[in-house]
């Protein structure tokens, strides 16, 4: 083989292993980077002030399910909080327990697993303002009596227990959205509807204060 | 030689007439805190120019017009502004100020471009001036107009134009002309993020802001197959729907081809169309990035696009009437929109499609809805007859009974027609239903979750027995 190839042949395979090596290296940085995941911990989150202390008294609470049967389309079931002074943090229990879900093998979950509640308040008129994250939509299933299920759920297990809650008023993502999954509509505060439900009339509201 | 001198010549001409292109004369309101001045503004060598002694009057400034000196002075106090005829220099107290279009002077009337305001008025009086380029208007002072907003979108036989004005205002149709509509609102000054809407169609063939007046208006050059226009309030009056309907005889929302409807040797057909019923509005659940619920295989929102072409097919043909469709295609639209095509069209049944998903995948959970009674508030607050006036979420009530038997229907034929399938009659606050004001329900079909039903529901032979059970529960109806 004259030299002049033996070079040539040299110098090709220098270079494919250099440049095989810098592949090697881009693809194992790219990975790298994949995989990277930030930590939970933010040192800047601040300190989570508990929804009840120690000295408040238990309180009985029904918790409406939607049932694996549609039929009826919610169920209650009894639950205990604690009856905190602010009115605000017993209604965060109380979506505590539904976001926990139920351990009935009949009652499915109220709302996606990763759908949290942002931002709670509660007006003069006794309309409580849930700012759900955009999970409860965008992981939403969909279909009607499956929506209806997730939003009355909340609004029933809300406004049978707690008096002072007149309405619900449900925000997605920190905004007023038109439904959650194309149906309901959220653009009003909705009251409880318990046509849809195991109990049977609003005069077994207030039982549950005792 | 010769020959060139004429093609030369002709050139030159067109450039020098070119140059000096003067354009007719154009309102243009100058917007102050309490009053507005309107003038006429002439365009000249592609410049907006604006009459000196006018607004200098309107100002009441005292002035010197020196005709011989072709100076123009003005004074504010100890503040002296003048200008000279064919320059773009002023003086403000000796300090000079270059405009970027000369003064001009033309039978005995001083013009001057816009940015004589913006710059030299404003320095002159304390007062600002500010100009958007590509306006016809100024707003001075402190005049803080609220923005308005237009959007236009064709929804099948409407066009909608959506207005948002940044405060409460009232909004009213002017039609003196049948291919032109003037919106008039009775807010002024407005200042509008863009002057035209880049939008036009079938109804529509151009939308442009028009305040040369002084008077907000929207004028809509139409086709003479606008019909006619109609104003939605909404939001506390500060968002208007302005729709543009079509003629009746051209109603059909798309052209294409309507697939030969089944024979149905269950029920005889009829040859003419019902009374009760002229117009009825299918509108297919979901649609462009709004999927509606999924399956592996198939998305709510093919589903029910299919469903519904089949029963406008099913419709035509056997009980005659105008069908129309919200959407014929896999377009995005919100639940306003859908329920403004049937009020639109004055529609009297609007049959909304959806198919159902449940967790528990054995179940062939489908449901007959209806609008929640109560919703909105307690019925008895709107039950009066003398109650001519509802707000739009409530325009459900002015039809609640025929919607509950038109359910009930519904229900009936149904369970007889798919055995195995629940329909159960169910009442839910539907964004879609709340401000219908003919008899509407929605039918939700099938289970997605359930892989049996996502078979059946996509079986063609199954999509045309549904179709033909809900024309008979119609053609009861219109009974």
Redesign the interface.
């Known amino acids: 083989m004259p030299r002049h190839i033996k070079i040539g042949l040299v110098v090709l395979a220098v270079g494919f292993a250099v440049s095989l090596g810098f592949f090697v290296d881009i693809i194992g940085r790219i990975r790298s980077m994949v995989n990277e995941t930030e930590t939970t911990e933010n040192p800047f989150t601040p300190p989570v002030t508990p929804l009840y202390s120690p000295t408040d008294p238990p309180m009985n609470v029904k918790i409406f399910f939607?049932t694996?049967?549609?039929?009826p389309l919610l169920r209650a079931e009894d639950q205990t909080i604690f009856k905190s002074a602010e009115l605000v943090n017993r209604a965060k229990q109380i979506l505590q327990k539904l976001q926990e879900g139920s351990s009935s093998q009949s009652l499915?979950?109220a709302f996606p697993k990763d759908a949290k509640v942002e931002e709670l308040f509660i007006s003069q008129k006794g309309i409580l303002f849930i700012d759900f994250t955009n999970t409860i939509s965008t992981n939403h299933?969909?279909?009607?009596?499956?929506e209806?299920a997730t939003i009355y759920s909340v609004v029933n297990s809300l406004t049978y227990n707690l008096p002072e809650i007149q309405e619900v008023k449900i925000l997605v993502g920190g905004t007023e959205k038109?439904?959650l999954a194309?149906?309901?509509?959220l653009?009003?505060p909705?009251?409880m509807?318990l046509?849809?439900t195991n109990v049977p009339s609003p005069e077994a509201r207030g039982v549950a204060q005792q | 030689m010769k020959r060139l001198t004429l093609p030369a010549a002709l050139c030159a001409a067109l450039f020098i007439f070119g140059t000096l292109t003067r354009a007719a004369e154009n309102g243009f309101p100058i917007y102050f805190e309490s009053t507005k001045l309107l003038l006429k503004s002439e365009t000249v060598n592609r410049t907006t120019y604006l009459p000196l002694q006018e607004i200098i009057d309107f100002l009441r400034l005292p002035y010197t017009d020196a005709v011989n000196l072709e100076t123009f002075t003005v004074r504010n106090g100890n503040t002296r502004l003048v200008l000279t005829r064919n320059s773009g220099l002023i003086s403000i107290n000796d300090q000079i100020v270059l405009l970027r279009s000369p003064i001009l002077r033309e039978n005995n009337r001083w013009l001057v471009p816009i940015d004589f305001l913006t710059l030299g008025l404003t320095k002159l009086t304390g007062t600002t001036f500010r100009y958007r380029p590509g306006t016809m208007r100024i707003f001075a002072g402190n005049v803080s107009p609220p923005e308005l907003v237009m959007t236009a979108q064709s929804l099948g036989a409407i066009t909608r134009l959506t207005l948002r004005v940044g405060s409460p205002a009232r909004v009213s149709i002017n039609r003196d002309d049948p291919k032109r509509a003037s919106i008039l609102i009775d807010r002024s000054p407005l200042d509008p993020l863009r002057e035209t809407v880049d939008h036009s169609d079938r109804l529509v063939q151009s939308i442009a802001y028009d305040d040369s007046d002084g008077e907000s208006r929207i004028v809509a050059e139409l086709t003479d197959d606008v019909a006619d226009v109609r104003v939605t309030p909404a939001e506390g009056n500060e968002v208007f729907f302005v729709d543009f309907t079509r003629k009746a005889a051209t109603t059909t929302p798309d052209p294409t081809p309507e697939p030969p409807p089944a024979p149905k040797p269950d029920v005889p057909p009829s040859t003419s169309p019902t009374s009760r019923l002229r117009v009825v509005v299918l509108d297919p659940?979901?649609g462009g990035l709004?999927t509606?619920?999924?399956s592996a295989t198939l998305m709510?929102k093919d589903l029910t696009l299919a469903i519904a072409r089949k029963l406008r097919g099913a419709l035509q043909s056997r009980l005659g009437v105008t069908v129309l469709l919200t959407r014929d295609s896999d377009v995005l639209m919100?639940?306003?929109a859908r329920s403004a095509v049937a009020n639109n069209n004055q529609a009297n049944l609007f049959i909304s499609l959806?198919?159902?998903?449940?967790?528990?995948k054995m179940?062939s959970?489908s449901?007959v809805?209806a609008m929640?009674e109560?919703?909105?508030g307690p019925v008895s607050a709107t039950s009066s007859k003398d109650r001519m006036f509802l707000p739009w979420?409530l325009g459900y009530r002015s039809s609640a009974q025929a919607s509950s038997r038109i359910a009930q229907l519904l229900q009936d034929e149904l369970t007889k027609a798919i055995p195995g399938w629940k329909f159960?009659l169910?009442?839910?606050?539907?964004?879609?239903l709340?401000s219908t004001s003919m008899p509407s329900i929605?039918i939700?079909i099938g289970?997605?979750?359930n892989s049996v039903n996502a078979q059946t529901l996509e079986d063609a032979g199954f999509q045309t027995r549904l179709a033909a059970t809900i024309v008979n529960a119609v053609q009861r109806f219109a009974q």
């Open positions: 939607p694996i049967d549609g039929d499915g979950p299933p969909g279909g009607i009596l499956n209806q038109e439904t194309g149906h309901i509509l653009l009003l909705l009251q509807d046509s849809i | 659940g979901h709004d509606g619920t999924k709510e919100d639940n306003e959806h198919i159902g998903y449940s967790a528990n179940d959970g449901s809805f929640k109560d919703f909105g979420y159960p169910r009442k839910a606050p539907l964004g879609v709340t929605v939700e289970n997605l979750n």
